[in-house]
């Protein structure tokens, strides 16, 4: 079945440290992928997104970082946290004419 | 650039209350369009689409939406809500490329 997994769940960092998000999606090949920032009052904003190993394009810019190692991975990256990334973070995979499928997101709070 | 907005920031509503959500969009040419739920402490959860066709689409849970092309609206709508629609709704749109940008997000808050 396709599934997507996204962690870890929650995440409190400080400020300046590094971060590592991974996001990966089973049971399909070449898949869309997609990272959102989801914050209080703001929606949803496109941080990035890929078609293919290897290719990132960035939305917005900001001091975070994407790559695709592998097909079906896709990894949110920082050097060093501002406070400013809080945030809900989602993974997101693009299903062809079906849509889009999430993945239950992670809570990062950087202190 | 493409946008969406969703006026509606937050809306309050008594049971058996007819809903009626907002979404504009700014591209021009061929969208697609969805409507997305949040339930509290939930994943983002698929409530309907559009493609193509027939510019009302029925999704889930007896909500519906109608693509007015002229207007850049897909309004989302629900003839008598429940408590169990409180939830964050969010509007979105894909145009040709591979991106699917949201609107800012309305929150529904229902009660009894």
């Known amino acids: 079945s396709q599934t997507i997994h996204q962690w870890p769940a929650t995440l409190v960092q400080p400020v300046g440290s590094p971060l590592s998000l991974e996001c990966t999606v089973e049971g399909t090949s070449n898949p869309n992928l997609y990272w959102y920032r989801q914050a209080a009052g703001r929606g949803l904003q496109l941080l990035f997104y890929?078609?293919?190993?290897?290719?990132i394009s960035s939305e917005v810019p900001q001091n975070l970082s994407a790559s695709r190692p592998q097909d079906r991975q896709f990894i949110l990256s920082s050097k060093k946290l501002l406070l400013s990334d809080s945030g809900f973070y989602l993974c997101?995979?693009?299903?062809?004419?079906?849509?889009?499928?999430f993945g239950s997101g992670t809570r990062l709070t950087v202190v | 650039a493409q946008s969406v907005s969703q006026h509606n920031h937050h809306v309050i509503l008594s049971e058996a209350a007819s809903l009626e959500l907002g979404c504009n969009y700014s591209y021009g040419g061929t969208v697609n369009l969805f409507w997305y739920v949040q339930y509290p402490g939930q994943h983002l959860q698929l409530l309907l689409k559009?493609?193509?066709?027939?510019?009302l689409v029925k999704g889930i849970k007896g909500f519906e939406a109608e693509f007015i092309k002229s207007k850049f609206s897909f309004n989302l709508r629900k003839p008598s809500v429940q408590w169990s629609d409180t939830a964050e709704y969010f509007c979105a749109v894909n145009d040709n490329t591979d991106k699917l940008i949201f609107g800012t997000g309305t929150r529904l808050q229902v009660f009894p």
């Open positions: 559009y493609f193509s066709g027939d510019p």
């Open positions: 890929s078609v293919g190993i290897g290719q």
């Open positions: 997101a995979w693009r299903r062809g004419a079906d849509g889009y499928t």
